[in-house]
């Protein structure tokens, strides 16, 4: 059975439109911009979104919060088709499955500034609003869904894990189709908890150059209509596996990474000279692009071009997933490499084929790979329909 | 058109308030043995190396007992095994305190925390200590995490053909973020799916129903079912600990509930 991207909405530091999005990532732009906002006396690199977003204050309180805000900006240019699909199939057919990691944290986070500052928690905040499943919750919601409704939280690798679950709901047959995809928001919590590991970079991220030194964190949402639909671009397979070896550094020899990759494949049915183009997770750290760079090299050699867009869009954690399988799909359709903006010195110990620049090229096949936290590994194939 | 999705149980693992392990739970549900409100018990998670064992939070001894029980339960080997983690919250004192500092001028957040502060932290140290490889997916639906989990598993055991262990399991947030989610105490409900009958104790088929969820007869169990949401599964649970063929209904994400029925081998 294939499934289908049938629609796509998406914002990030590039924009809050398809359009928008696809012109700057193919000029090679970077919508990566200096600040303090959430790094006092300490100007961080970061991927903001910087557009308007809905008003949140005709939702209910405990679904109040930025990271909602951004995933219903992204269901507002889907909105029609999705309505449409949920009028086609029934609201019990239809399933929300999301990936975020940071959920509504900064609303936590606000709380309990004032809750230091005057002993009580405010009166706008409700536990909701953090909860990890809120994201799913509120889409579903706002569409009058009654289908499966919940959320993946694998950090950065919990926007493609979402996106596999729900092309299984959909095999299964409990769902005819499901909004996916991801959103996160900036927040102190993860500036301050990637800086305290060490892996913030103080300058534009290097993914994949020898001078690479950390990542640039980044905000989003990209949501997917699936169905069995036919439409131009197929989710042509997933793979997914775990490390098992740490909680913050990834297996140093690539190992879960490359079942992940395998994996994905295996369930596309195609081999690996089949890929056309591989959007690498590729965060800029130096223990992930090395462990990444290792079973990319081991299955692709230096024939398959790939990159990480991290440079354009920063990592944006729990939605990268999401967003960069949209990137791929952007790829498919224009048939158009993205380039990499911000890496300079390849890394000649990853002996891969890096894609600098933006190139032409007829795309039929694309990998896109997201590793986070705790050794989560979630490869996806995707592909031009026939 | 619904297709019901159905899996053996061949492994069970539960840790409640007052229901240390499978087997005391089973009694109590068959009514051998009152259910004695006590706090949730958190076994030493002996097969964590010795530095994430000393530093092991409730979340992860929690998460590693139930699942550990339901392996030992079928004789299974844990690093073979495809999981499924459905929980609420994650670890509900890591984040406090991380916020808590966060609410002053110190951003020196210890990275440790930081990591064990994400909602797959639990799926994390899983991985670390039974050494699997295997897909592992991490949920979250807020009282109906046990019913998103379960869907999952199920899904998965039947595109993929194999084993998948789930665990729901939820935590504590303490004050004052208790007053906003008042989860008691620790609790863990774990299965483990199999495709097939070798060695299972029955099997469960699943489907979304608008009927509603039955409670318990026993008023300290149905309050547990209501304040923990792992414990959703406690009616399903009672079928299977008096090894009674039939269905029940589990509060799943109002106005769909899930409808299980459960055939003893």
Redesign the interface.
């Known amino acids: 059975m294939k499934l289908y991207l049938n629609e796509c909405g998406i914002l990030c530091s590039l924009g809050a439109s398809h359009g928008e999005i696809r012109r700057r990532l193919f000029a090679g732009e970077s919508g990566i911009m200096a600040t303090e906002t959430w790094?006092?006396g300490r100007v961080l690199p970061l991927g903001r979104v910087t557009d308007a977003l809905p008003d949140s204050g005709a939702l209910p309180l405990h679904q109040r919060s930025r990271n909602n805000q951004l995933a219903l900006a992204a269901l507002a240019q889907i909105r029609p088709a999705v309505d449409a699909t949920i009028a086609r199939y029934g609201a019990?057919r239809v399933g929300v499955v999301l990936g975020t990691?940071t959920?509504g944290?900064a609303e936590?986070?606000r709380a309990?500034?004032v809750?230091?500052e005057q002993g009580?928690?405010p009166d706008a905040?409700?536990?909701?609003q953090q909860?990890?499943?809120?994201p799913?919750?509120v889409l579903a919601a706002q569409l009058g869904i009654?289908?499966?409704?919940?959320?993946?939280?694998?950090?950065c690798a919990s926007s493609a894990?979402a996106m596999a679950?729900a092309a299984?709901?959909i095999?299964?047959?409990?769902c005819d189709a499901v909004v996916t995809g991801g959103v996160d928001t900036l927040c102190?919590?993860t500036v301050?908890?990637?800086?305290?590991?060490?892996s913030v970079s103080a300058a534009r991220c290097n993914p994949l150059s020898v001078h690479r030194d950390g990542i640039n964190i980044g905000e989003g949402a990209a949501l997917f209509l699936m169905s069995r639909e036919p439409a131009a671009v197929a989710l042509c397979g997933w793979g997914?596996?775990?490390?098992?070896?740490?909680?913050?550094a990834p297996d140093p020899a690539g190992?879960?990474a490359r079942?992940a990759i395998e994996a994905a494949l295996r369930r596309a049915g195609i081999e690996a000279a089949q890929v056309d183009y591989i959007n690498l997770h590729g965060t800029a750290t130096p223990a992930n692009d090395a462990a990444e760079g290792k079973a990319v090299a081991a299955l692709f050699g230096d024939r398959v071009p790939g990159n990480s867009t991290k440079g354009a869009t920063g990592h944006t954690l729990g939605a990268a997933g999401a967003i960069e399988a949209l990137v791929c799909a952007m790829a498919l359709t224009d048939g158009r490499l993205p380039g990499s903006p911000g890496t300079g010195a390849l890394d000649p110990s990853i002996p891969i084929r890096y894609q600098l620049h933006g190139e032409d090229a007829s795309l039929r096949h694309a990998l896109s790979n997201s590793f986070?936290?705790?050794?989560?590994n979630c490869s996806l194939v995707l592909g031009v329909a026939q | 058109m619904n297709a019901p999705l159905t899996a053996y149980v061949t492994g069970i693992g539960l840790i409640a308030p007052g229901l240390p392990d499978w087997t005391t739970a089973a009694a109590v549900l068959r009514g051998e043995q009152p259910h004695v409100s006590a706090p949730t018990v958190l076994p030493v998670p002996e097969l964590l190396p010795p530095a994430e064992r000393r530093r092991a939070s409730r979340v992860i001894k929690l998460s590693l007992g139930a699942g550990l029980d339901a392996v030992k339960q079928a004789g299974a080997d844990a690093s073979t095994l495809a999981t499924v983690f459905a929980a609420s919250g994650a670890d509900g004192h890591n984040c406090h305190a991380l916020c808590e500092q966060l609410a002053g001028e110190d951003r020196q957040i210890s990275p440790t925390r930081f990591h064990n502060s994400v909602h797959n932290a639990a799926a994390g140290y899983w991985g670390i200590a039974t050494r699997a490889m295997a897909p592992c997916q991490v949920i979250g639906a807020f009282d109906a995490s046990f019913g998103a989990g379960l869907l999952d598993a199920l899904a998965q055991v039947a595109v993929d053909g194999q084993p998948v262990l789930l665990i729901a399991y939820d935590s504590e947030y303490p004050a004052p973020l208790h007053a906003k989610r008042d989860t008691p105490d620790c609790g863990a409900v774990a299965l483990l799916l199999s495709p097939g009958a070798e060695g299972a104790l029955g099997a469960i088929t699943v489907a979304p129903t608008t009927a509603a969820a039955e409670p318990l007869a026993e008023a300290s169990l149905e309050s547990l079912r209501g304040a923990i949401p792992a414990m959703r599964a406690l009616p399903l649970l009672r079928r299977v600990a008096r090894a009674d063929a039939g269905a029940v209904v589990l509060d799943y994400l109002a106005p769909m509930q899930l409808q299980v029925a459960w055939q003893p081998c």
């Open positions: 790094s006092a019990g990691s959920s944290i936590t986070e309990l500034r809750h230091a009580v928690l905040f409700h536990y909701g909860e990890m499943g809120s799913a919750e009654t289908g499966p409704a919940y959320v993946h939280s694998s950090a894990k679950s299984r709901l095999r299964m047959n409990l102190a919590f301050a908890g990637f800086s305290a590991l060490e997914e596996a775990s490390d098992g070896h740490h909680m913050s190992g879960g079942i986070g936290f705790g050794g989560s």
